[in-house]
């Protein structure tokens, strides 16, 4: 504490670690302060007016009856070079003006405050206590277990379970050691169990950690009377800001939280600065630029608590599912301009709180509006997707859809036209998946399901959406000519209703029919149409996705310089609207034209880039195209015998899924292989060839990833990983286990955008190509 600061003020939530940092502080501070540190309790005190008769208490001070105490300490304390301690002011800030004369009446006198909140005085420096390092937690949980299990022994626990509870906990030292405490009854993976997150709070943290050690104040003996002891120091309005901001499972901007409340957002935005003031609100992610706030878990819980407790479910519900309702109906439209990327980010951050409106509304009697409403948000959610080629993250949720609108229909309800358009709807959804994961043709029986509905309903839009969806199926399927016929029909259907970018869709994958045709003329002209609306639209997704159809018909024409500059055409139209999806597809058409030029080192780290974004999306014929390319990497990288092998893979996996060739590209691979296996005795390539068809898709990759990127070296600096964040560290460790983002995402309660972020940022940090030489590199160096 320097000479300069006369109040240094400690603040954080309840149970943080304030008063114990306060105290360490003030002991390391005691040869400074010739006249004495002193610690002084404000909890008990129930008005402000009591502080200064306290602090006198404290000193010894006597003040003669009917004098003023506080004239008595600005007398006596001018010439004493001391530290008082005052703890706990949060429920005292009445009393910041008395704070403030006595500092300038005491020059000498330093001030050491533990506070929820700060005190806004111009001489104060306040200072953040934050949570506890996942190291530091897990040393905190050992040494508390220990004290009340003596048999406890961490490395007989799971080290990996103690970190994720801990961080379940917050990092908070009062709710760990209130674990801790729990470890007479229960193991770590017991109390984990306990504690797995939910769309919708529930009192697992409070209930668990009832009760605590008696030699605490009371307001810290459970975490439930720590949570209410703050609660009860706000008024009415921050009281209500908080029940409602405690609805949403991963974080809010002041606008939605406005429009659920029925507020301005003025007034929001005072409220919830004020509970980021009181250290009851957080920022939702380091980057203060981003005006996203979070509860810690036990507060969300102990608020919903309250909003059960005086009957404000069914309203706060209401308002929740017609706000995400009204958001997502305008990113259904707005997906198909400029405003892309916008959406696209908004729906990273709101992912987890469309799943619970989802949620709420699947789960509603049958038939109800707001069951319907469900049906509503999933259409429009799809879009996203759609874009992210991530369908199987819908998949719970399509399926439940379907399941309740068909028992709906078997208990013999009668649909009327509204219900059936969402049961069409649903159908195409449904048929999306199963073309993502692809069962190609039982994608085609539910699109031709679809389009009998709105047939029968004479829906025009609904029919033209159904044909191509169709259409797309029937072609993987090699069923060209009815493809040929459905989108040629879907087609005249989006030029009749005058939706140009539903025009726009169908030419771009009548296009791509047309390549599998061998018709490259007729599809470069078919692609460049659609390009033209695309960018009449502003829609950089499309307008990025038709330049590389294009570009990949460039490569199969060998003009591989034009297929690499459409290429970065088309990263540099979409900007931050390039998802992982449309990224992948980029990256192997990439691989490709730099394999043709003989580029290979660039073609082998393009394709390895592109090979990590496949765990997360669906589309099958991406992967497929990835394992064709692999072949052609693998020969030119001097692994012709594997390349044979490989590309037994790639026929037997074609073969399971029904897909049909593209006559150029096949007959192109073909004489490749041909010529390979020229070289081959007959022996290797039996030998090879059946190697290749006992691989799977995930052995497959690994298979290429080992061949094309042997595990490197660790770097010589042994400190690299100091320069990570913790949660960074948190992501390489569970890199180091093999986890995908998606599975990181969910070991960490956060969103896949977040996840992706933290792996970019330890590649950048660490100087390594792929997560692969990250994840080698954790485990050599056994960082846990």
């Known amino acids: 504490m320097s000479d300069e600061i006369a109040l240094l003020t400690f603040t954080g939530w309840g149970g943080v670690g304030k008063t114990a940092l306060a105290l360490q502080v003030a002991s390391s501070l005691l040869e400074r302060f010739p006249d004495g540190v002193f610690f002084i309790n404000l909890a008990p005190l129930t008005k402000s007016e009591l502080i200064p008769i306290e602090i006198a208490h404290t000193l010894k001070i006597k003040h003669p009856a009917g004098k003023d105490v506080v004239s008595d300490l600005h007398e006596l304390l001018p010439r004493q070079r001391m530290l008082l301690v005052l703890d706990n002011f949060e429920h005292l800030m009445q009393a910041t003006s008395f704070v403030n004369d006595l500092l300038l009446a005491c020059p000498s006198l330093k001030l050491l405050v533990t506070s929820r909140e700060p005190l806004r005085l111009r001489t104060e420096q306040s200072f953040l206590v934050r949570p506890l390092e996942t190291e530091q937690a897990i040393e905190l949980f050992t040494r508390r277990a220990q004290s009340v299990n003596s048999d406890y022994d961490l490395s007989v626990n799971s080290r990996n379970t103690v970190a994720e509870l801990c961080r379940r906990l917050d990092g908070l030292p009062l709710t760990i050691e209130l674990a801790a405490l ?432 496949l765990p997360n999306l669906t589309d099958m014929s991406l992967k497929v195209e990835y394992l064709k390319t692999s072949v052609y990497a693998l020969a030119y990288s001097g692994y012709p015998m594997d390349a044979v092998q490989l590309f037994s893979t790639v026929t037997k996996i074609c073969e399971e899924l029904g897909l049909s060739e593209y006559p150029p590209d096949e007959a192109e691979l073909r004489e490749f292989i041909q010529t390979l296996r020229s070289k081959m005795s007959a022996e290797a390539i039996s030998t090879a060839e059946q190697k290749g068809r006992d691989f799977t898709f995930d052995s497959a990759f690994a298979f290429i990833v080992e061949k094309l990127n042997p595990p490197a070296p660790p770097p010589p600096s042994p400190e690299l990983e100091q320069v990570l964040t913790t949660r960074e560290r948190e992501v390489l460790v569970l890199l180091s286990k093999g986890m995908t983002n998606e599975e990181i995402s969910r070991e960490l309660v956060v969103v896949i955008k977040t996840v992706e972020k933290h792996v970019a940022n330890i590649l950048m940090k660490l100087g390594m190509k792929n997560r692969t030489e990250a994840a080698a590199w954790a485990v050599e160096r056994g960082i846990k």
């Not at 009697?365 to 874009?387: A, C, P, V």
């Not at 309800?413 to 039982?442: H, M, P, V």
């Not at 959406?465 to 060209?480: I, K, P």
């Open 182 to 613: 729990r470890t007479r009854l229960f193991t770590p993976d017991a109390l984990l169990a306990r504690l797995k997150p939910d769309l919708q709070p529930a009192s697992r943290i409070l209930n668990l950690l009832s009760v605590g050690s008696r030699d605490v104040p009371e307001r810290q003996q459970s975490l439930r009377k720590t949570i209410e002891w703050s609660y009860s120091l706000l008024d009415a309005t921050e009281q209500k800001t908080l029940r409602a901001a405690s609805v949403f499972p991963a974080g809010f901007t002041i606008q939605i939280l406005s429009a659920i409340m029925g507020s301005d957002d003025a007034t929001v935005l005072q409220n919830v600065s004020s509970l980021v003031d009181k250290n009851l609100v957080k920022p939702a992610t380091e980057n203060l630029d981003e005006e996203r706030f979070a509860l810690l878990e036990a507060i969300r819980e102990y608020a919903w608590d309250e909003i059960l407790r005086l009957g404000e479910v069914e309203a706060l519900r209401a308002s929740y599912i017609a706000t995400y309702l009204s958001l997502l109906e305008k990113a259904g439209k707005e997906l198909q301009t400029e405003k892309q990327d916008q959406w696209l980010d908004a729906f990273d951050d709101e992912f987890l709180n469309i799943n619970l409106a989802l949620e709420m509304c699947l789960t509603s009697t049958q038939g109800s509006e707001r069951w319907k409403i469900g049906f509503r948000i999933l259409d429009n959610f799809h879009r996203y997707f759609m874009l992210h080629g991530q369908f199987h993250y819908a998949a719970e949720h399509i399926a439940q859809a379907r399941a309740s609108i068909e028992d709906y229909e078997k208990k013999g309800n009668a649909l009327d036209k509204e219900t059936l358009r969402l049961k069409a709807g649903i159908y195409s959804l449904t048929g999306s998946l199963a073309w993502g994961l692809g069962n190609y043709r039982e994608g085609g029986d539910w699109h031709g399901k679809a389009y009998s509905i709105h047939e029968a309903l004479a829906d025009e839009a609904g029919m033209a959406e159904a044909l191509n969806n169709w259409a797309v199926n029937l072609g993987m399927l090699g069923e060209n000519q009815t493809a040929l016929e459905k989108h040629e029909r879907g087609l005249a259907l989006y030029r009749k209703i005058g939706d140009r970018w539903g025009e726009a869709k169908q030419l771009n994958n009548l296009g791509n029919l047309l390549h599998v045709m061998g018709r490259e003329d007729v599809a470069v002209a078919t692609f460049e149409q659609a390009l033209a609306i695309a960018r009449e639209l502003k829609d950089a997704f499309f307008t990025s996705s038709l330049l590389c159809n294009i570009a990949h018909l460039r490569v199969h024409a060998g003009d591989y310089a034009a297929a690499i500059s459409l290429l970065n055409d088309g990263a540099e139209s979409t900007n931050k609207a390039e998802t992982p999806y449309l990224r992948a597809w980029s990256l192997v058409i990439l691989t490709l034209a730099y394999l043709k030029q003989d580029q290979v080192e660039v073609a082998i780290h393009t394709l390895q880039e592109g090979i990590e974004l």
